[in-house]
């Protein structure tokens, strides 16, 4: 099984649908994709499309100091397939 992971600064955003309609078409093909962004997007989104990629893309700066550190700790000892 191939993962794929996609680190963008905000995602999703109304100008990002060619990295949406990329994403689609790699899981579309069996690809697992996993979608990271550094900051939230401040814009309302409306597209139901975007709304939908927002429920699967993890936003890391979300998680403050703590959760990130929470996290290095998790991949350190190896268990951070899932983070």
Do not use: W
């Not at 794929?4 to 109304?14: E, F, G, M």
């Not at 697992?32 to 927002?54: G, I, K, N």
């Amino acid at each position: 099984m191939t993962i794929l992971a996609y680190l963008v600064n905000q995602y999703p955003k109304v100008s990002h649908s060619f990295i949406r309609r990329e994403i689609l078409a790699l899981e579309a093909q069996g690809l697992t994709l996993h979608r990271y962004s550094l900051r939230p997007c401040p814009d309302q989104l409306v597209d139901p499309a975007d709304v939908a990629e927002l429920e699967h893309t993890r936003v890391v700066l979300a998680v403050g100091a703590l959760g990130l550190l929470l996290g290095l700790v998790r991949v350190a000892v190896g268990g951070g397939q899932d983070f």
